[in-house]
């Protein structure tokens, strides 16, 4: 499990101390290096941010780390809130789920459904390349283009 921590984290303490098995392991904090060395090994991507919260400023806004998920071939499934679902199509690119119950089901689907797992990477990776920056530079140039040609059909005063 990997992500961002504080000193003095009550939930990341928490965490650690139910941990009872060698086969889970905290990786907080890591930087982007070793980041995409843990997604080149996986091919699940978990994102729970927003999972049982009523407070709307706590559910992850945007997703980037979905986006670099989706781009090394991981399989997202993410919390179905914020920004995850402009993200993730379900069913098409990942998984997005409201509980415990749905993560398990659909995580248990791709172990078990290597045919789906492996369409829904190809369809994940293609859907990350939404977000890159040629994808940004083309968006802005429209936007402007769209400004642009607004104000030159409005007579100066």
């Known amino acids: 499990l990997a992500g961002g921590n504080f000193s003095g984290n009550p939930y990341f303490q928490k965490i650690s101390n139910r941990i009872r098995s060698n086969d889970i392991v905290l990786k907080p904090d890591l930087n982007y290096q070793q980041l995409k060395q843990l997604y080149a090994r996986g091919a699940i991507f978990w994102h729970a941010c927003g999972l049982n919260e009523t407070n709307p400023h706590l559910i992850e806004h945007f ?15 993410v919390y179905d809130g914020g920004g995850q679902q402009e993200i993730v199509s379900h069913g098409l690119n990942g998984f997005r789920f409201k509980n415990i119950d749905q993560l398990q089901q659909f995580t248990l ?49």
Request: glycine share 4%; charged share 30%.
């Open 109 to 157: 689907a791709l172990i078990k459904n290597k045919k789906l797992r492996e369409d829904l990477v190809d369809a994940a990776y293609e859907r990350s390349h939404d977000f890159n920056l040629k994808a940004f530079q083309n968006n802005i140039e429209n936007i402007f283009e769209d400004i642009d040609q607004e104000l030159c059909g409005v007579d100066a005063l």
């Open 63 to 77: 997703g980037m780390t979905t986006v670099e998920a989706m781009q090394n071939k991981c399989v997202p499934v």
